[in-house]
């Protein structure tokens, strides 16, 4: 399970802090969350410290979104690394 929060940090940014596990179904729900923020020309940050753990479809959406320009704060060293062995 996944719940995400959404904070509004000025006329631009958007946080949205994340708790629990980014696994099956809840890939397709941050997915849709970001794909609005970033419809909206906001700049969009995600609080992973709640992010427990990610399975391989978690980790190609946190890498897309990263090239897009999506700012991903406070990953625990198991999210880092995850990434980093993902990474192209």
């Not at 996944?2 to 000025?10: A, V």
């Amino acid at each position: 399970m996944l719940r995400i929060s959404r904070r509004n940090d000025g006329n631009r940014d958007v946080t949205l802090s994340l708790d629990g596990t980014l696994t099956g179904p809840w890939v397709g729900e941050l997915r849709a969350e970001c794909d609005s923020a970033l419809a909206e020309r906001r700049r969009l940050s995600l609080d992973l410290s709640g992010l427990g753990f990610l399975d391989a479809s978690g980790v190609r959406l946190l890498l897309a979104l990263r090239e897009r320009d999506v700012q991903l704060r406070n990953p625990s060293p198991l999210v880092v690394e995850l990434l980093k062995r993902s990474e192209p």
